[in-house]
Protein backbone atom coordinates (compact mmCIF):
# COMPACT_ATOMS: atom_id res chain seq x y z
CA UNK A 1 0.00 0.00 0.00
CA UNK A 2 1.56 3.10 -1.04
CA UNK A 3 2.14 6.11 1.35
CA UNK A 4 0.90 8.98 -0.30
CA UNK A 5 -1.86 11.70 1.64
CA UNK A 6 -4.11 14.17 0.22
CA UNK A 7 -6.15 16.65 2.62
CA UNK A 8 -8.60 17.58 2.43
CA UNK A 9 -10.55 15.13 1.20
CA UNK A 10 -13.52 17.39 0.18
CA UNK A 11 -13.45 21.42 0.09
CA UNK A 12 -16.21 23.43 -0.34
CA UNK A 13 -15.49 27.38 -0.36
CA UNK A 14 -16.63 30.31 -2.07
CA UNK A 15 -15.69 32.46 -5.10
CA UNK A 16 -12.06 34.51 -4.57
CA UNK A 17 -11.06 32.31 -1.59
CA UNK A 18 -7.32 31.03 -1.88
CA UNK A 19 -6.79 27.67 -0.84
CA UNK A 20 -3.64 25.13 -1.08
CA UNK A 21 -4.50 21.79 -0.88
CA UNK A 22 -1.64 19.15 0.56
CA UNK A 23 0.29 16.45 -0.48
CA UNK A 24 2.72 13.89 1.09
CA UNK A 25 4.76 11.18 0.73
CA UNK A 26 6.39 9.42 2.88
CA UNK A 27 8.56 6.98 0.40
CA UNK A 28 11.43 9.42 -0.34
CA UNK A 29 10.34 9.57 -3.85
CA UNK A 30 11.76 12.52 -5.85
CA UNK A 31 9.05 12.56 -8.69
CA UNK A 32 5.58 14.28 -8.06
CA UNK A 33 2.86 14.70 -9.64
CA UNK A 34 -0.66 16.94 -9.48
CA UNK A 35 -3.45 15.55 -11.90
CA UNK A 36 -6.82 17.42 -12.25
CA UNK A 37 -9.95 14.58 -13.05
CA UNK A 38 -13.85 15.97 -13.66
CA UNK A 39 -16.08 13.14 -12.51
CA UNK A 40 -15.82 10.05 -14.98
CA UNK A 41 -13.46 11.64 -16.95
CA UNK A 42 -9.64 11.74 -18.17
CA UNK A 43 -6.88 12.77 -15.79
CA UNK A 44 -4.86 15.94 -17.10
CA UNK A 45 -1.36 16.82 -15.49
CA UNK A 46 -1.27 19.98 -14.31
CA UNK A 47 1.74 20.27 -12.89
CA UNK A 48 5.18 17.58 -11.63
CA UNK A 49 8.03 18.46 -9.69
CA UNK A 50 11.61 16.10 -10.18
CA UNK A 51 13.04 16.68 -6.50
CA UNK A 52 12.98 19.87 -4.04
CA UNK A 53 12.59 23.15 -6.03
CA UNK A 54 11.78 21.82 -9.55
CA UNK A 55 8.74 22.07 -10.47
CA UNK A 56 6.83 22.24 -14.16
CA UNK A 57 3.56 23.00 -15.63
CA UNK A 58 2.00 19.83 -16.83
CA UNK A 59 0.01 19.58 -20.15
CA UNK A 60 -3.43 21.43 -19.50
CA UNK A 61 -2.60 24.86 -18.69
CA UNK A 62 -3.68 25.35 -14.92
CA UNK A 63 -4.33 28.70 -12.72
CA UNK A 64 -2.85 27.18 -9.84
CA UNK A 65 1.00 27.16 -8.25
CA UNK A 66 3.03 24.62 -6.70
CA UNK A 67 6.03 24.25 -4.78
CA UNK A 68 8.67 22.02 -3.71
CA UNK A 69 10.54 22.92 -0.66
CA UNK A 70 10.71 19.14 0.71
CA UNK A 71 10.81 16.07 -0.92
CA UNK A 72 7.45 14.63 0.85
CA UNK A 73 5.61 17.68 0.14
CA UNK A 74 3.95 18.85 -3.14
CA UNK A 75 1.47 21.41 -1.98
CA UNK A 76 -1.26 22.91 -5.23
CA UNK A 77 -2.37 26.25 -4.24
CA UNK A 78 -5.50 28.42 -5.75
CA UNK A 79 -4.82 32.03 -5.05
CA UNK A 80 -8.09 33.16 -6.18
CA UNK A 81 -10.55 30.10 -6.68
CA UNK A 82 -13.37 30.04 -9.04
CA UNK A 83 -16.32 28.19 -9.82
CA UNK A 84 -14.40 26.45 -12.94
CA UNK A 85 -12.14 25.14 -10.28
CA UNK A 86 -14.51 22.68 -8.87
CA UNK A 87 -13.06 19.28 -10.03
CA UNK A 88 -11.02 16.21 -8.15
CA UNK A 89 -7.29 17.17 -7.89
CA UNK A 90 -5.31 13.78 -7.18
CA UNK A 91 -1.67 13.69 -6.32
CA UNK A 92 0.93 11.15 -7.65
CA UNK A 93 4.48 9.97 -6.91
CA UNK A 94 6.82 7.72 -9.00
CA UNK A 95 8.26 4.38 -7.44
CA UNK A 96 11.79 3.54 -8.73
CA UNK A 97 11.18 -0.56 -8.90
CA UNK A 98 8.68 -0.48 -12.06
CA UNK A 99 8.42 3.41 -12.38
CA UNK A 100 4.73 2.94 -11.35
CA UNK A 101 2.94 6.26 -10.20
CA UNK A 102 1.04 5.97 -6.75
CA UNK A 103 -1.75 7.87 -6.19
CA UNK A 104 -3.63 9.56 -3.37
CA UNK A 105 -6.93 9.48 -2.65
CA UNK A 106 -7.81 12.83 -3.88
CA UNK A 107 -9.05 16.08 -3.14
CA UNK A 108 -12.75 17.21 -4.49
CA UNK A 109 -13.46 20.80 -4.50
CA UNK A 110 -16.21 22.62 -5.23
CA UNK A 111 -16.24 26.29 -5.41
CA UNK A 112 -19.47 28.47 -4.88
CA UNK B 1 2.05 11.90 -30.61
CA UNK B 2 2.25 10.00 -27.50
CA UNK B 3 -1.54 8.66 -26.97
CA UNK B 4 -3.31 5.78 -25.31
CA UNK B 5 -6.80 4.72 -26.56
CA UNK B 6 -9.69 2.86 -24.87
CA UNK B 7 -12.71 2.18 -25.56
CA UNK B 8 -15.28 3.95 -22.56
CA UNK B 9 -17.75 1.75 -21.95
CA UNK B 10 -17.82 -1.85 -20.73
CA UNK B 11 -20.98 -3.79 -19.66
CA UNK B 12 -21.11 -7.70 -18.34
CA UNK B 13 -22.85 -9.97 -16.34
CA UNK B 14 -21.86 -11.08 -12.91
CA UNK B 15 -19.88 -14.56 -13.40
CA UNK B 16 -18.52 -13.36 -16.65
CA UNK B 17 -15.22 -12.43 -18.13
CA UNK B 18 -14.23 -9.14 -18.69
CA UNK B 19 -11.67 -8.02 -21.65
CA UNK B 20 -10.94 -4.32 -21.32
CA UNK B 21 -8.56 -3.37 -24.70
CA UNK B 22 -6.02 -0.61 -25.00
CA UNK B 23 -3.86 0.42 -27.98
CA UNK B 24 -0.92 3.20 -27.31
CA UNK B 25 1.96 4.65 -29.70
CA UNK B 26 5.39 4.61 -27.67
CA UNK B 27 7.50 1.61 -29.01
CA UNK B 28 9.64 2.68 -26.10
CA UNK B 29 7.63 2.44 -23.50
CA UNK B 30 9.07 0.37 -20.74
CA UNK B 31 6.30 -0.76 -18.41
CA UNK B 32 2.44 -0.88 -19.50
CA UNK B 33 0.02 -0.50 -16.54
CA UNK B 34 -3.60 -1.16 -15.55
CA UNK B 35 -4.85 1.38 -12.38
CA UNK B 36 -8.58 0.69 -11.28
CA UNK B 37 -10.45 3.82 -10.27
CA UNK B 38 -13.53 3.47 -7.64
CA UNK B 39 -16.28 6.05 -7.04
CA UNK B 40 -14.86 9.27 -5.12
CA UNK B 41 -11.32 7.76 -4.33
CA UNK B 42 -7.49 8.00 -6.37
CA UNK B 43 -6.42 5.30 -8.44
CA UNK B 44 -5.02 2.22 -7.23
CA UNK B 45 -2.08 0.14 -9.13
CA UNK B 46 -3.56 -3.00 -10.48
CA UNK B 47 -1.13 -4.76 -12.48
CA UNK B 48 1.97 -3.53 -15.06
CA UNK B 49 3.42 -5.52 -17.49
CA UNK B 50 7.08 -5.37 -18.86
CA UNK B 51 7.57 -4.40 -22.66
CA UNK B 52 9.23 -7.71 -23.15
CA UNK B 53 6.70 -9.81 -22.05
CA UNK B 54 3.71 -10.96 -23.95
CA UNK B 55 1.58 -11.96 -21.18
CA UNK B 56 1.05 -12.09 -17.05
CA UNK B 57 -1.50 -13.33 -14.51
CA UNK B 58 -2.25 -12.53 -11.18
CA UNK B 59 -5.21 -14.56 -9.59
CA UNK B 60 -8.09 -13.14 -11.83
CA UNK B 61 -6.62 -10.90 -14.05
CA UNK B 62 -4.58 -11.45 -16.92
CA UNK B 63 -2.55 -9.10 -19.56
CA UNK B 64 -1.75 -9.76 -22.68
CA UNK B 65 0.90 -7.41 -24.57
CA UNK B 66 1.07 -7.41 -28.25
CA UNK B 67 4.10 -5.01 -29.28
CA UNK B 68 3.88 -5.43 -32.65
CA UNK B 69 0.69 -3.83 -32.96
CA UNK B 70 0.76 -1.91 -29.86
CA UNK B 71 -2.17 -3.44 -28.09
CA UNK B 72 -2.34 -4.14 -24.23
CA UNK B 73 -5.74 -6.19 -22.77
CA UNK B 74 -6.75 -6.85 -18.76
CA UNK B 75 -9.06 -9.63 -18.83
CA UNK B 76 -10.81 -10.40 -15.43
CA UNK B 77 -12.14 -13.73 -14.81
CA UNK B 78 -15.27 -14.37 -12.98
CA UNK B 79 -16.05 -10.94 -12.64
CA UNK B 80 -17.56 -9.48 -9.32
CA UNK B 81 -20.15 -6.62 -8.87
CA UNK B 82 -17.16 -5.32 -6.97
CA UNK B 83 -14.94 -5.07 -10.29
CA UNK B 84 -17.04 -2.49 -10.90
CA UNK B 85 -15.17 0.82 -11.57
CA UNK B 86 -13.23 2.80 -14.29
CA UNK B 87 -10.09 1.08 -15.83
CA UNK B 88 -6.88 3.35 -16.70
CA UNK B 89 -4.15 1.71 -19.57
CA UNK B 90 -1.01 3.55 -19.07
CA UNK B 91 2.32 3.75 -20.70
CA UNK B 92 5.45 4.71 -19.87
CA UNK B 93 7.79 6.44 -19.02
CA UNK B 94 9.89 7.87 -21.01
CA UNK B 95 12.51 9.49 -18.79
CA UNK B 96 11.56 12.25 -16.38
CA UNK B 97 8.41 12.08 -17.66
CA UNK B 98 4.46 11.19 -16.60
CA UNK B 99 2.53 8.16 -17.75
CA UNK B 100 0.50 8.54 -20.41
CA UNK B 101 -2.93 7.72 -19.42
CA UNK B 102 -5.91 6.60 -21.15
CA UNK B 103 -9.15 8.33 -20.87
CA UNK B 104 -10.59 5.61 -19.36
CA UNK B 105 -13.28 2.12 -19.75
CA UNK B 106 -15.98 2.14 -17.16
CA UNK B 107 -16.88 -1.30 -16.34
CA UNK B 108 -20.48 -1.83 -15.10
CA UNK B 109 -21.34 -5.58 -13.57
CA UNK B 110 -24.68 -6.36 -13.46
CA UNK B 111 -25.98 -9.35 -11.39
Known amino acids: EADIYQTPRYLVIGTGKKITLECSQT?????MYWYQQDPGMELHLIHYSYGVNSTEKGDLSSESTVSRIRTEHFPLTLESARPSHTSQYLC???????????FGPGTRLTVL | GEDVEQSLFLSVREGDSSVINCTYTDSSSTYLYWYKQEPGAGLQLLTYIFSNMDMKQDQRLTVLLNKKDKHLSLRIADTQTGDSAIYFCAEGPKAGTALIFGKGTTLSVSS
Open chain 1, 92 to 102: ASRGQSYNEQF
Open chain 1, 27 to 31: MGHDK
